[in-house]
C-alpha cells in the first residue's frame, strides 16, 4: 500500500465512471470509506464517512458515476482503478428493463422476466446484483430467482430459491434475507440430477407466477433469474428449460458468442436475446475458493455474519423421530427398469436413508412437508415440491443408542420431522 491518508488509509481518486477494484488478501480485513463525491458497490450506495469492512477474499469494485474519493486501509492484494468498464452497458440494459416495466404498469400488464447466463466466473450473479439494485432504488420490488445451486446468494448450497427484493443489497453483507422461498436441491452441480433441477425450476416459476397474480407490483417489478456456468448439454438444456418455465422476456449473455447465439436459434423470436461483455475486474475463482464460499455460506447460516452472531443449539436426535430422504436412486439401465417405471421416476424417487456413520457432516434439509403424508409408489411427489424451512449438520451418529447430534439454527424440538439430506457435508469447526 502507498502513502496514508484520509484516516490512515490510501487515498484514491477517481474519476466519474471509473471504479476501484481490490481484493482482500487471506487472513486480513479491509476497510473502505468515502471522503467526497458519490460511488457504489454491485449497485448499492456508499454512505459518506462510513467504513465499511470486507472479509478476507472479498473481490470488490466501487464504482463512480460522479467521480469521487474513497480510502482503503488493511493489506490487499490488488487495488487498482479502472477506465474500462461495462457500467454504461449495464446502466442501459437496467434503463431498457424500466422501461418495459414502466409499460407494463401503463397497460396492466406484467414487468420483464430476465434471465442471465454465461460460463462461470463472467460476473452473472454481479450483474443481478446490479439490476436488482437500480429497480429497487427506483421503487421497484423485483424478484430475485437463485438457481445457482453452486454458489447462492440467498441461501445455503444445493438450494433454489426466490427472494423478493425490497432493498438494494447491504454494500458488506449483500441481500437482507427476509422470507426467501427455498428449495432442497442437495449438490453443488445441476449435473447431479438434472431431473430434479428442472422440476425445481419450473415450481420456482409457478410460485412466481402465481404471486404475480395477486400481488401487482411484483408482476411489475419482473425477475431476474441468476443460473449456473454450466452452459453445454443438459446444462445447455436447463437453460431453455428455464427460459420456458418462467416465459423469460429477455436473456443477457455475458461474454459467450456461441452461448447467445444458440439461444437465438433456440428461443422463440419474441425473446430478446442480448450480449455483454463481462467485467474486467471479474476474477477468476479457484475450485478451493469456491468450496470455501460455500464453507463460508453455510458457516453464516449457523453463526451469522460478523454484526449479528447466532448461537446454534446442539441436541439429539433419536432416529425414531425423524425421516430421512435422499431424492434420486442410482440409475440404472432403462432395460433392468421396473415395466412402466421411466427413468425420470428414479431421478425422482424419495429413497429412504438408514443412518450411519456416513451421515456425519452432512447438511439436512429439514422440509415444510406435512407430516403423516403417505409414500405413494415411493413417488412422494408432495416431498419434493414443498419448500424447505431450515437446516441442520449432523455432527455425530451413534448407531448403538440410535440416535444423532445435530447443529442447529433453533434450540430443540425440529418444527418438521422429514429430512432431506444432502452430498454437501459441513464440519463445524466452533
Ligand atoms: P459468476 O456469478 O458469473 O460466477 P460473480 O458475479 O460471482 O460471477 O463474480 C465473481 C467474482 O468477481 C465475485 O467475487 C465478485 O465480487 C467479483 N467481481 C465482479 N465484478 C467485479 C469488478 N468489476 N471488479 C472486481 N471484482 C468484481
Known sequence: AGAGAGGGGTRFDLEKETELRFEVEAGEKVQLELLTGLAEVFGSELNRNKKYTFPPGSKIAVFTWQGCSVSLSGKTEVAYVSKDTPMLLYLNTHAALEQMRRQAERDNERGPRVMVVGPTDVGKSTVCRLLLSYAVRLGRRPTLVELDVGQSGVSVPGTMSALCIERPADVEEGYSVQAPLVYHFGSTTPGTNIKLYNKLTSCLAEVFSQRCEVNRKASVGGCIINTCGWVKGSGYQALVHCASAFEVDVVLVLDQERLYNELK??????????????????????????????????????????????????????????????????????????????????????????????????????????????????????????????????????????????????????????????????????
Request: proline share 8%; glycine share 8%.
Open 265 to 430: 436459434r433456440d428461443l422463440p423470436h419474441f425473446v430478446r436475446v442480448v450480449l455483454l461483455p463481462k467485467s474486467g475486474g471479474v476474477v477468476e475463482r479457484s475450485k478451493d475458493c469456491r468450496r470455501e464460499a460455500r464453507d463460508d455460506k453455510i458457516r453464516e447460516y449457523f453463526y451469522g455474519f460478523r454484526g449479528v452472531s447466532f448461537y446454534p443449539h446442539a441436541f439429539d436426535v433419536r432416529f425414531s423421530d425423524v425421516r430421512i430422504y435422499k431424492i434420486g436412486a442410482p440409475s440404472i439401465p432403462d432395460s433392468c427398469l421396473p415395466l412402466g417405471m421411466s427413468q425420470d421416476d428414479t431421478q425422482l424417487k424419495l429413497v429412504p436413508v438408514t443412518p450411519g456413520r456416513d451421515l456425519t457432516h452432512h447438511v439436512l434439509s429439514v422440509s415444510c412437508a406435512d407430516e403423516g403424508e403417505e409414500v405413494a409408489g415411493g413417488v412422494r411427489r408432495g416431498l419434493l415440491e414443498s419448500p424447505v424451512c431450515g437446516f441442520i449438520v449432523v455432527t455425530n451418529v451413534d448407531t448403538q443408542g440410535q440416535v444423532m447430534t445435530v447443529l442447529s439454527p433453533a434450540p430443540r424440538p425440529l418444527p418438521r420431522h422429514t429430512l432431506l439430506i444432502m452430498d454437501i457435508r459441513f464440519i463445524d469447526l466452533k
